[in-house]
Structure formats: structure tokens, C-alpha cells
């Protein structure tokens, strides 16, 4: 009854009237028929019922005519298996910026039906809906231009090449560029430094280098190298040490850059000296005296050759406090057959009374790691020029960032003859040097299996491959 109508209203109220105080009879299960209203005639009733039914067709009409003014535009597009329905509250709020229509979504021609009528009715309903003369007005002059226009956006059929919203993707990767200054560093320095003949005792300078990681790379034979990647970030000589030992000279190398803020007053004094830039760390290499090189001048990746070997030395990762077994390789107790609570302890630290302590340097659980190191006899695989890179094969100390020290290898001195260029290497200026240089794979495939002219091959059993 409370539809909030005033006919249903009136009705309520009168039927309240007639039946106040009067308690209402339960209906029998024999009964039925219904039982006429009391305080109303059959013709009153009648009357009512046909003039409800009068109230609703007209309320019905009402409706589907408003809903008729309210039918939205039907745009059709060429995209296959899209069609778009866009009412007028829609394109008000799409021309206002309120909602965001589907990135595959393309609007094409409007139909050629639409007449002055419908756009006065979008105007009306328009109003009503947003409450904006304005956005009524700016919804038909869209559909006005639409109509003319033979189509708003290009229409792309193929969905795989349909323009995406754009933004900042996290996922592409931060290019970096790296800018080398050696050439211009070291004009000044280059008609001072002459190449030198060593002898038997000559020992020239090492490098400075951060660890970058490890990548894998293929030879022309199609066998891959494990290598690590290491950057000589403007490694430059910052002091010349003489007469330190035996003779020797100490160069005191530098290697990245560091913060004014970290710089003690010692600290800035030094580089103002040396007319050098604050480095990440300094490192000193001895040499001999005829392999000095002046203050401020940077070094290459080009002092080593591709071919040569190298020592890394650094410190590596440190893995806390471990055990024997771990730390020392010991093979520890046996499983079963009796032992309890002593699977990987070490055993017995000492004898008895005599000597009656436990000697130094004895094999035990302690930290491990943290230690400075030597990888002794790598290969240096690769030099990259532009990015001050070099490649060497197989695995160094150290984490990802670590700084290592590069020295020419002490127990490959023989085969490092032919690489090696005293004091370093000098560029001429009349030669076009490449930029990427690559050690040698060799000759021979060593992927090929090597058959004598004696052996069989074709699976005869008899020896010599001779036929029976």
C-alpha cells in the first residue's frame, strides 16, 4: 500500500476508515471463495479496479515515452567483435574527463538516422542528468562533429598493434652510459712516457677494478666461457713513493669517486696535491724503477691483453661461523653403527699429557670468510675500450661492487711474455687501435673428434679397420 502514490494513498485511508475497530475473521479451510470487502459495494470495488488499471497503462506510456527520448546513440565500429552502446550521461562525462572508455575501443561514423529531435532530447536528458547546460551543449557539439566527420580516430583492425595507455614502464631497464676520459686525461703525459725493454726482474704496475657480475660468452667454435665482468672506473696514480724497498717504487693507485662530504681534511689535502679527483679507494703496487708513471695519469683496460693471465686479490665473502666440515672439508662421523650427538664434530684436538696443549693453527670450527685472498692464473678473455671493461674467465672472490686488485700472473711469467707492454701501454697516435679485442680461440675445433687412418671407425672389430 505504500508505493508512495496519492490515488494509492487515498485508497489506504478509506479502507482504514471503514474498517476501525472492527476485528477481522479468520478464514475456515471449507471457505473458498473470497469474501466480499465490508463497508464497499461489488460496484464501488469494480469501479476502483478498472480505474487502477487505467493509472498504470497511463504510467507505463509515460515511461516507455521517456525511455524512448533516452535511447542511446548506437555506434558501430570496424574492430571486429566490439560494439559500443554510449548514452548521453557517457559522452557528457567522457567529454568532462569523469570516466575512461576501453583502450580498444574506437569510435568510427555515426549513423546517418539521427535527426534535430534526438539531439534536442540528449540536450533535455543531458540536463536532467548532469545538472550542466554546459556539458549538454559540449556533448552535441560532439556528436554534431562526429556526424560530419567521417571518422574520428583511424580505425586499426589488427588488435595487436592498438595503442596502449601511456606510461612509466618500471620493468624497462636504466641505460647507462659510460664516458671514458683516458685519451684526454693523459695528453699531457704522453710524450713523457717512453715504451721500456725489460729484463729478468722488471715488474710493472697492476690494476683497480669493481666487480660487475658474471655473463657467459661463445668462441667462433661455439664453446661457452663462463667469464666475470670487471669495470676499471678511471684508475689513475695519485702518489709516486721511491726508494721504499729493495729499490722499488710504490705507486699509489685510485680507483672511482667519492663524496666530498666523506673526505677528511688529511684526505683533501692529499688530492689537491696530486691534482687528482677524491677515489673510491686507494691501493699502492710496487714496481721497478724504469715502470714508474707520473701522477694523475689514468690507466687502460689496455695494459692487459686478451690471452694474458692475471692474479685477482681480494677479500671474499665472509659466511660467519661454520664447522668443520664446511670451513675444512672434513668428512666427519659416521651415520649409524653407534655414534650419537657426533656426525660432524672434528674428533680429537690433541694427544695427552705430553705435549698437553693443542698446537697452532690446528683445523677447527671458527669464522670463515672475510679473508683477503688470491685467484691465481685466470685468463683474461675479452678488453672492452669504450666502457673500460675486461673479461676474465671463470670466477673471482668478492660480492657484486667489490673492488679487486689485477697484477700480471706470478707463475705464468713465461707465457706472459709476448703480452705484456712496458710500462704500460702507450697508443701511437698515427694507429686506428679496435675497440673490443677478443683472446684467441685457436685453430683447431675442440669440439672435433680426431680419428687415426689405423682406427675403426666403421665398427669393425678387427684391428686396423682392415676388412676380412
Given amino acids: 500500500l505504500c508505493l508512495g502514490d496519492s490515488y494509492s494513498r487515498q485508497l489506504f485511508d478509506k479502507t482504514l476508515y471503514n474498517f476501525a475497530?472492527?476485528?477481522?475473521?479468520?478464514?475456515?479451510?471449507?471457505?473458498?471463495?473470497?469474501?466480499?470487502?465490508?463497508?464497499?459495494?461489488?460496484?464501488?470495488?469494480?469501479?476502483?479496479?478498472?480505474?487502477?488499471?487505467?493509472?498504470?497503462?497511463?504510467?507505463?506510456?509515460?515511461?516507455?515515452?521517456?525511455r524512448a527520448k533516452e535511447k542511446p546513440v548506437h555506434i558501430k565500429t570496424q574492430v571486429?567483435?566490439?560494439?559500443?552502446?554510449?548514452?548521453?550521461?557517457?559522452?557528457a562525462q567522457m567529454i568532462q574527463g569523469r570516466t575512461k572508455v576501453k583502450e580498444r575501443v574506437f569510435y568510427a561514423k555515426e549513423q546517418e538516422d539521427e535527426t534535430q529531435k534526438d539531439q534536442e532530447n540528449i540536450q533535455e536528458i543531458a540536463q536532467q542528468v548532469t545538472g550542466a547546460h554546459s556539458l549538454a551543449q559540449r556533448a552535441v557539439e560532439f556528436l554534431k562533429k562526429s556526424s560530419q566527420a567521417q571518422s574520428i580516430v583511424p580505425i586499426q583492425s589488427n588488435l595487436n598493434n592498438m595503442p596502449r595507455r601511456e606510461?612509466?614502464?618500471?620493468?624497462?631497464?636504466?641505460?647507462?652510459?659510460?664516458?671514458n676520459t683516458e685519451n684526454e686525461v693523459n695528453k699531457q703525459f704522453y710524450s713523457q712516457l717512453k715504451p721500456v725493454e725489460p729484463d729478468l726482474n722488471s715488474v710493472r704496475t697492476g690494476l683497480l677494478a669493481i666487480k660487475m657480475g658474471m655473463t657467459g660468452v661463445w668462441d667462433k667454435w661455439g664453446v661457452r666461457h663462463a667469464v666475470t665482468v670487471l669495470q676499471v672506473d678511471r684508475c689513475q696514480v695519485v702518489n709516486v713513493r721511491k726508494n721504499i724497498k729493495k729499490g722499488m717504487t710504490g705507486l699509489q693507485l685510485g680507483i672511482g669517486e667519492?663524496?666530498?662530504?666523506?673526505?677528511?681534511?688529511?684526505?683533501?689535502?692529499?688530492?689537491?696535491?696530486?691534482?687528482?679527483?677524491?677515489?673510491?679507494?686507494?691501493?699502492?703496487?710496487?714496481?721497478?724503477?724504469?715502470?714508474?708513471?707520473?701522477?694523475?695519469?689514468?690507466?687502460?683496460?689496455?695494459?692487459?691483453?686478451?690471452?694474458?693471465?692475471?692474479?685477482?686479490?681480494?677479500?671474499?665473502?665472509?659466511?660467519?661461523?661454520?664447522?668443520?666440515?664446511?670451513?675444512?672439508?672434513?668428512?666427519?662421523?659416521?651415520?649409524?653403527?653407534?655414534?650419537?650427538?657426533?656426525?660432524?664434530?672434528?674428533?680429537?684436538?690433541?694427544?695427552?699429557?705430553?705435549?698437553?696443549?693443542?698446537?697452532?693453527?690446528?683445523?677447527?670450527?671458527?669464522?670463515?670468510?672475510?679473508?683477503?685472498?688470491?685467484?691465481?692464473?685466470?685468463?683474461?678473455?675479452?678488453?672492452?675500450?669504450?666502457?673500460?671493461?675486461?673479461?676474465?674467465?671463470?670466477?673471482?672472490?668478492?660480492?657484486?661492487?667489490?673492488?679487486?686488485?689485477?697484477?700480471?700472473?706470478?707463475?705464468?711469467?713465461?707465457?706472459?711474455?709476448?703480452?705484456?707492454?712496458?710500462?704500460?701501454?702507450?697508443?701511437?697516435?698515427?694507429?686506428?687501435?679496435a675497440q673490443e679485442i677478443i683472446m684467441d680461440a685457436g685453430e683447431e675445433d675442440p669440439n672435433e673428434q680426431y680419428y687415426h687412418e689405423n682406427d675403426a671407425v666403421d665398427g669393425d672389430d678387427n684391428e686396423g679397420g682392415a676388412a676380412a
Fill in 258 to 433: 667519492k663524496s666530498l662530504k666523506r673526505l677528511r681534511k688529511p684526505e683533501i689535502g692529499h688530492y689537491l696535491k696530486a691534482g687528482v679527483p677524491p677515489k673510491l679507494r686507494l691501493v699502492q703496487f710496487n714496481v721497478t724503477p724504469e715502470n714508474e708513471l707520473p701522477v694523475g695519469f689514468q690507466l687502460s683496460v689496455r695494459h692487459f691483453t686478451p690471452g694474458q693471465y692475471v692474479d685477482v686479490l681480494g677479500k671474499c665473502r665472509g659466511k660467519g661461523f661454520q664447522g668443520v666440515m664446511k670451513r675444512h672439508g672434513f668428512s666427519g662421523g659416521s651415520a649409524t653403527h653407534g655414534n650419537s650427538l657426533a656426525h660432524r664434530t672434528h674428533g680429537s684436538t690433541g694427544q695427552r699429557q705430553d705435549p698437553g696443549r693443542v698446537f697452532k693453527n690446528k683445523k677447527m670450527a671458527g669464522r670463515m670468510g672475510g679473508t683477503n685472498t688470491i685467484q691465481r692464473s685466470l685468463r683474461v678473455y675479452k678488453i672492452d675500450v669504450p666502457r673500460s671493461l675486461i673479461y676474465l674467465k671463470g670466477s673471482i672472490q668478492g660480492p657484486i661492487g667489490a673492488v679487486v686488485r689485477l697484477r700480471d700472473a706470478e707463475y705464468k711469467a713465461e707465457k706472459n711474455e709476448v703480452f705484456l707492454n712496458y710500462p704500460t701501454f702507450l697508443p701511437n697516435p698515427n694507429v686506428a687501435y
Fill in 80 to 91: 571486429q567483435k566490439f560494439d559500443v552502446q554510449l548514452t548521453p550521461k557517457k559522452i
Fill in 21 to 66: 475497530g472492527r476485528p477481522k475473521q479468520p478464514k475456515t479451510a471449507t471457505s473458498t471463495k473470497k469474501e466480499p470487502k465490508r463497508g464497499l459495494s461489488d460496484e464501488a470495488i469494480d469501479k476502483m479496479e478498472e480505474e487502477e488499471k487505467k493509472k498504470k497503462a497511463e504510467l507505463e506510456k509515460k515511461l516507455q515515452a521517456q
Fill in 167 to 179: 606510461g612509466q614502464n618500471l620493468r624497462n631497464k636504466v641505460v647507462k652510459q659510460f664516458y
